[in-house]
Nanobody, 124 residues
Framework: QVQLVESGGGLVQAGGSLRLSCAAS????????MGWFRQAPGKEREFVAV????????YYADSVKGRFTISGDNAKNTVYLQMNSLKPEDTAVYYC?????????????????WGQGTQVTVSS
């Protein structure tokens, strides 16, 4: 069983930055694929970014490419999402998710473990 705890959300003005953290339990963290997803009010949960911790491979949604950076620290069992140049449309609850596999996917229903989410609000 893996437990995920997100932190770092908050209120920021458009153009600002935030860094989200996701702390994971478990002894084989480096064998996991970790994803960030978000869900805005009235919308479905959507993929944001993913990292394969064994080799650092990353992949991003087009809407955040060039503005967001996902990274991982295997020693700390923590994944980060650095968000720069934030826009009001980035406002959502952000969730961390994990899969015990090296196969990178972006589908919400392919992830086994989820955190409780952290709110990100970007004001215009």
């Amino acid at each position: 069983q893996v437990q995920l705890v997100e932190s770092g959300g908050g209120l920021v003005q458009a153009g600002g930055s935030l860094r989200l953290s996701c702390a994971a339990s478990g002894r084989t963290f480096s064998r996991y694929t970790m994803g960030w997803f978000r869900q805005a009010p009235g919308k479905e949960r959507e993929f944001v970014a993913v990292i394969r911790l064994s080799d650092g491979y990353t992949y991003y949604a087009d809407s955040v490419k060039g503005r967001f950076t996902i990274s991982g620290d295997n020693a700390k069992n923590t994944v980060y999402l650095q968000m720069n140049s934030l826009k009001p449309e980035d406002t959502a609850v952000y969730y961390c998710a994990a899969r015990n596999t090296l196969v990178v996917v972006t589908n919400v229903d392919r992830y086994d473990y989820w955190g409780q989410g952290t709110q990100v609000t970007v004001s215009s």
